[in-house]
């Protein structure tokens, strides 16, 4: 059996200090209940005596019947000259209820000088009162040796001694923190070793990521001897993040032979992390290694020609072992082979057959030549596929459109107002609706023009609208693209359009979005009636 690695996350507690996050009550909940699922040792879940939400929490908690996971109460050691028993925040950490608490103290004399204002011996008074009441109180007890590695660089007698005082006291492991995030791998590795060998406890790591290095860091001290790693999901933290666990876990279980999660969860990775973006209503970022929508898409035409023969000629793990999958990208750039393999990506198309793969090649230049961009807008290029292999249904008919932007005077907001005509079969339909702008007029338009022959498409909403102009030296002639992001609640996908009229762009690629939706529900109702 691999080494087993203890997985501890700060995301509820540490991510949640990250700008633009915030977690609410029932979202702790749900994300608590995520990472036992998905097999996280323990769940830090905020700040015990810090405020009465985190408190309401640990309360609700204790009720949650987890299959893997521990909740922990995260706290300070008690304050300078305070009793232990007196202080609020060491009787929070016991009010919290959870069978595992952390708590932080001073490991640079720097902060015990300038920040506690107290002595080096009341200093080494609090971690180790702290911790023993703590441990009289049956708790599973992490230190969190804070700013550990710039207070050993400057004074290691000092840092050693508040790790000696952690374990004297009972602490059942001692959490090694890059508190200011700008420490080297080298030195990492070094200190960590050092510390390995010196003191009789399970060693941590807790990392912060204004180097650009957390994640880097954290592996070169489970090298020297770390088992206990801290994180976040999807990196979140003060400033520029903590130590990514989403890029951690796969590099230690799937690249350097340890033990993170139990069997078969680490499939589960990407899913996990776009649960937790969804949470705090955060878009994912495509960039993150494993789990991003790029980590494994393929631009060039010579990789993807190389892909396509073998995956791992440009693939350094298998895409479905974080639960990811192969994107083929299409541009001016691709060959024969992005636009094969990018067709069967979607679904349409035979590897055996490159039937009609130059046709498309053809059309997709002429078409970026004019503008167009493909590559966050899949949806487009499908239809542009059916069009030039002459498998295109069209489920409406444009018989016009009005937009009319109406301000009345200078002291109220501009009234839009859209009417769209359309022809579906023998029918035509005309509506008006009124939007904040002409685009959301637009849709809602279409939308009521169209509901009555397709219900589905009420369940249709855009989650992103993004303005390019394309030459920008020809001012307000400029030609536009559009690419606008739909959700049906299940899928998303990305189209586009290209004018020189903004309303025109934005309209086809609206128009684009709901044929896509309406050919999504035809090909799944064609499937089921193969399958009886």
Same mark, same amino acid.
């Given at each position: ?49 810090? *405020? ?85 109180? !049956? ?54 070793? *050092? ?21 880097? *860091? ?25 130590? *990514? ?132 807008? !899949? ?108 959700? !049906? ?44």
């Amino acid at each position: 059996m691999n080494k087993k690695i203890w997985v501890y996350d700060t995301t509820l507690r540490d991510g949640a200090q990250g700008e633009g996050i915030s977690f609410s009550a029932s979202g702790k909940l749900a994300f608590v209940k995520k990472l036992d699922e998905f097999g996280i040792d323990y769940i830090e879940g905020g700040f015990a005596g810090s *405020n009465q939400k985190d408190m309401d929490f640990f309360k609700i908690a204790q009720e949650l019947e987890l299959q893997h996971s521990r909740i922990v109460a995260f706290g300070s050691t008690r304050r300078a000259n305070k009793n232990v028993k007196d202080d609020i925040f060491a009787t929070s950490l016991i009010k919290a209820g959870t069978p595992t608490v952390t708590i932080f103290g001073k490991a640079w004399k720097l902060h015990v000088t300038d920040v506690l204002r107290t002595s080096v011996e009341e200093n080494m008074a609090m971690i180790s009162d702290t911790v023993a009441y703590l441990k009289d109180n !049956d708790k599973e007890v992490f230190f969190d040796a804070e700013h550990f590695y710039d207070g050993y660089k400057d004074d290691p007698e000092f840092a050693m001694k508040a790790l000696e005082t952690a374990v004297a006291a009972g602490a059942d492991a001692c959490v090694l923190c890059d508190t200011n995030g700008g420490c080297l791998p080298h030195e990492i590795y070094e200190i960590t070793k *050092n510390v390995v060998e010196a003191i009789g406890c399970m060693v941590g790591i807790h990392t912060h990521n204004d180097g650009g290095l957390s994640v880097a *860091n954290t592996i070169e001290s489970v090298r020297a001897g770390a088992v206990h790693v801290q994180g976040t999901m999807n990196g979140y933290g003060e400033r520029t993040g903590n130590a *990514n666990l989403c890029t951690v876990l796969p590099l230690l279980e799937l690249k350097s032979g340890y033990q993170c999660l139990p069997e078969g969860k680490m499939k589960e990775l990407r899913d996990v992390s776009l649960y937790v973006d969804d949470l705090v209503n955060l878009r994912h970022d495509s960039k993150i290694p494993f789990v991003g929508k790029s980590a494994f898409a393929h631009k060039a035409g010579a990789h993807v020609n190389a892909v396509k023969k073998n995956p791992r000629t440009f693939e350094h793990i298998e895409p479905e072992m974080v639960g990811n999958e192969r994107h083929i990208l299409v541009s001016e750039l691709s060959g024969g082979s992005n636009v094969l393999l990018k067709a069967i990506e979607l679904g349409i198309g035979r590897k055996e057959s490159e039937e009609g793969a130059k046709d498309i090649l053809a059309a997709l230049k002429d078409m970026e030549s004019k503008g167009y961009s493909f590559e966050s807008a !899949d949806a487009s290029f499908k239809i542009l596929i059916q069009k030039v292999l002459k498998k295109h249904k069209s489920f409406f008919g444009l018989e016009g459109f009005r937009v009319i932007i109406d301000k009345r005077n200078s002291g109220e907001f501009c009234v839009t107002q859209a009417s769209v005509k359309v022809r579906v079969g023998d029918e035509t339909e005309h509506t008006v609706a009124e939007g904040g702008g002409p685009v959301d007029a637009l849709n809602l338009a279409l939308r009521k023009a169209l509901t009555r022959f397709y219900p589905s498409i009420k369940d249709v909403v855009l989650t992103d609208y993004r303005v390019r102009i394309l030459d920008p030296e020809d001012a307000t002639a400029a030609t536009t693209q559009v690419i606008i992001e739909s959700s !049906d609640g299940k899928d998303t996908w990305g189209t586009v359009g290209v004018s020189e009229n903004l309303v025109e762009a934005s309209w086809e690629a609206l128009v684009d979005s709901v044929e896509y939706k309406l050919f999504k529900d035809e090909q799944k109702k064609q499937l089921i009636t193969n399958n009886e």
